[in-house]
T-cell receptor
Framework: NAGVTQTPKFQVLKTGQSMTLQCAQD?????MYWYRQDPGMGLRLIYY???????DKGEVPNGYNVSRLNKREFSLRLESAAPSQTSVYFC????????????FGEGSRLTVL | DQQVKQNSPSLSVQEGRISILNCDYT??????FLWYKKYPAEGPTFLIS?????DKNEDGRFTVFLNKSAKHLSLHIVPSQPGDSAVYFC??????????????FGTGTRLTVIP
């Protein structure tokens, strides 16, 4: 069972470079999310997509863009990376009507120099 | 402002003993609470949840207690096993705004179970 798959798992960028984190889920979930985890900050929501064709900002959207490519895939793009975006990024998905039971990917560790 | 707080960054417990992880919240609109478990280099996984109409929910060795008046919940693990060593995140949401986009996480507590 693949569940939620994220790529790449590790990435090092220089300030100003761009990159896209890819996420795919095979559980036929309608909702998908991107979180970042920083020391002492817990998990913070960057963007989410309640259903195919919709995206909305979360708590910390600045510096990011997202695309819900289809029901399975939800990508996160950093257009001009900054050191403050050094973090571990998690993609997650959930079924419609979920009260918070998310299925997470393994995470992508991004370092911006 | 952190709406869900886990004030203990770490906890060490002997194998076989009880582990108690605590969580406090400030928003009285929260009425559904969850615990997630995270191993290194893996994503968090859902562990157990409780709605505000209950004060206790049990699943095997894991029990979550909710004290609404104190805005406090706790996760009890009995007996603790070395495989329980992980970071535990508390999370809260509101049925009024159903959806995981309204899910707030605590900062996590790292549990170490000593064999």
């Amino acid at each position: 069972n693949a569940g939620v798959t994220q790529t790449p798992k590790f990435q090092v960028l220089k300030t100003g470079q761009s990159m896209t984190l890819q996420c795919a889920q095979d559980m036929n979930h309608n909702s998908m999310y991107w979180y970042r985890q920083d020391p002492g900050m817990g998990l913070r929501l960057i963007y989410y997509s309640a259903s195919e064709g919709t995206t909305d900002k979360g708590e910390v959207p600045n510096g990011y863009n997202v695309s819900r490519l289809n029901k399975r895939e939800f990508s996160l793009r950093l257009e001009s990376a900054a050191p403050s975006q050094t973090s571990v990024y998690f993609c997650a998905s959930s079924a419609s009507g979920s009260t918070g039971e998310l299925f997470f990917g393994e995470g992508s560790r991004l370092t911006v120099l | 402002d952190q709406q869900v707080k886990q004030n203990s960054p770490s906890l060490s417990v002997q194998e076989g003993r009880i582990s108690i992880l605590n969580c406090d919240y400030t928003n009285s609109m929260f009425d559904y609470f969850l615990w997630y478990k995270k191993y290194p280099a893996e994503g968090p996984t859902f562990l157990i949840s409780i709605s505000s109409i209950k004060d206790k929910n049990e699943d095997g060795r894991f029990t979550v207690f909710l004290n609404k008046s104190a805005k406090h919940l706790s996760l009890h693990i009995v007996p603790s096993q070395p495989g329980d060593s992980a970071v535990y995140f508390c999370a809260a949401s509101s049925f009024v705004q159903v959806g995981a986009n309204n899910l707030f996480f605590g900062t996590g507590t790292r549990l170490t179970v000593i064999p």
